[in-house]
């Protein structure tokens, strides 16, 4: 059984007289402890299906299928509760964290609400989910609006991982950041991956991160998947057009 | 402290401090009870040393009358623009967090209490329910709650579609945490910027109940004061005149310091 199983997912929005599809009839699974990369063009729909996978937005048709629970047709107070085994770490990290809470409340949080911790065990779990993603511990008092972007996405990952998901959307987790940082931060996911095998839905528009974290790819145009494929044969072999030019437009760097 | 280097909030928390610290400090200055007769009835102010601002026409002395209903002004201003921004913030909340039909009915009845002029409300509020203070304060801010409450939902409105709101359901929050825990404490800023507005309209308010002989009747105020006076206006225009200036000198320091703390916000606004 994969570990998330999206089937025939449609969201339309409507733009002055004509209904544009974000996401049309998308359908995709992922594997524990795999990483499917979704790319496609900016405005072809990749945070729209970021945000429909979560249930943050309402889709228009389609199924969700999470370790076989159908995530459409949970109660509210069900799904709260299934959500902290599907996280999602957002794009932009200054405005993904509350900027008056503190480090140590906005990993605690989840806590909270997925743990029966009492609250000297919620304080050591947030000291070492700090240290797995490489904080210091006594940043967990400062608050969010003091840190830097890259220790603010730093901060979203720990607390992605605070209730233990088995599945993590990363809507272009690392594209705000820069060059230096999304290096560690890439790092990081992978070690995390290696030590917790929690799976990665992978939202990028760069092909250097997707030959480097995902083992399948998916490529989007127009809210459609027109192509999937393992990550090594799609990125150096693309057969849609939009893969191709997806391709021919990514930066290429000497090798070092 | 930026909050200091202008010359208006300067002013307006000089005044508000000496009034603050004139109504905390009235039972030491003036222990002995206002309401008991200190001197010769309609003592005329800057005779007798001892009784600087005179007498009343029951032989009250004016300055301690003054100093006890200063206390009454500022702890009813206070109360009823905490009372008023308090029910304001959490109406606006709701509405704009939650959407959809709460929010035209929540919005609807805002609607209905703004179109009512809040001094009326007031009235009609305390003439039913009958003149104490709590009663007072929570009737000046039945008709002062509105404005909080739009420009809570404004604000709210923008701040539900940011990415941390969409983070905090992502980890499965509660929505009513969500809206008073995330969202409320970022919309804040701007309603409080109309509190001074408020605390000011609510001082005359309760001057205004006073004056009707709707206040407090166990508690001295200065509306109280000024109704006494209207009496013998022509002979004694002092004991209208004394706690009216006392009043514009409140509202005025209330204005001013309201005044600099917006200046001072919007100015480090503009270096962040």
Redesign the interface.
């Known amino acids: 059984m994969p570990l998330l199983a999206v089937s025939g997912l449609t969201k339309r929005y409507r733009r002055g007289d004509t209904l544009v599809s974000a996401a049309d009839d998308v359908s995709f699974t992922i594997e524990p402890a795999e990483t499917l990369a979704l790319v496609g063009p900016s405005g072809s729909g990749k945070s729209t299906i970021a945000?429909l996978v979560?249930r943050?937005i309402e889709p228009d048709a389609g199924t969700i299928l999470l370790e076989g629970t159908n995530l459409r047709a949970l109660k509210p107070s069900a799904?709260?509760?299934?959500?902290?085994r599907l996280?999602?770490v957002?794009q932009?990290p200054l405005?993904?964290?509350?900027?008056?809470?503190t480090v140590g409340r906005v990993i605690e949080?989840?806590l909270k609400?997925?743990t029966r911790f009492s609250r000297g065990e919620r304080r050591s779990r947030v000291a070492s989910l700090l240290e797995r993603v490489r904080l210091d511990p006594a940043l967990a008092s400062r608050p969010i609006h003091e840190i830097s972007g890259g220790q603010r996405q730093r901060v979203?990952i720990a607390?992605a991982l605070?209730?233990s998901p088995t599945l993590i959307v990363l809507d272009e987790a690392v594209s705000a950041l820069d060059v230096s940082v999304r290096a560690e931060i890439l790092q990081l996911l992978k070690r995390i991956q290696r030590e917790t095998r929690v799976a990665y839905f992978f939202i990028t528009h760069d092909l250097g991160v997707v030959r480097a974290m995902a083992d399948r790819v998916a490529v989007l145009d127009g809210g459609r998947i027109v192509e999937t494929g393992l990550a090594s044969e799609v990125v150096s072999n693309p057969q849609s057009e939009i893969g191709k030019a997806l391709v021919a437009a990514a930066p290429r760097l000497p090798r070092s | 402290m930026t909050l200091l280097r202008t010359p208006t909030a300067l002013l307006g928390f000089a005044i508000l401090f000496a009034l603050a610290l004139v109504a905390l400090l009235a039972p030491l200055l003036f222990p002995a009870d206002p309401l008991s007769i200190a001197g010769p009835a309609l003592l005329r102010p800057f005779q007798d040393a001892s009784l600087p601002l005179g007498t009343d026409r029951l032989g009250r002395d004016v300055l301690a009358e003054l100093v006890h209903g200063a206390r009454t002004s500022l702890l009813v201003g206070l109360a009823a623009a905490a009372t008023s921004i308090i029910i304001g913030s959490v109406v606006g909340t709701l509405a704009g967090f939650l959407g959809g039909i709460l929010d035209e009915v929540l919005m609807r009845v805002t609607d209905a209490f703004q179109t009512v002029p809040g001094f009326l409300l007031a009235l009609a509020f305390v003439s039913v329910v009958g003149p104490s203070l709590p009663v007072v304060v929570f009737a000046i801010a039945l008709g002062a709650w509105t404005g909080p409450a739009r420009v809570a939902r404004a604000e709210v409105l923008s701040i539900r579609e940011r990415d941390y709101v969409a983070g905090a359901r992502a980890i499965g929050m509660h929505p009513l945490k969500i809206a008073f825990r995330e969202v409320l404490p970022n919309a804040l800023p701007p309603v409080l910027a109309l509190s001074s507005v408020i605390v000011a309209a609510a001082v005359l308010t309760e001057a205004a109940l006073s004056f009707l002989g709707l206040g407090d009747p166990n508690r001295i105020t200065w509306g109280g004061m000024i109704a006494e006076g209207r009496t013998i206006l022509r002979f004694a225009p002092y004991l209208s005149i004394i706690p009216g200036i006392a009043l514009v000198l409140t509202v005025l320091g209330v204005y001013l310091a309201g005044e600099g703390v917006v200046e001072a916000s919007a100015a480090r606004k503009v270096r962040a």
């Open positions: 945000r979560t943050l799904l709260r509760a299934m959500r902290g996280q999602i957002f932009d405005a993904a964290l509350n900027p008056r809470a949080d989840p609400i997925h979203a607390r605070a209730s």
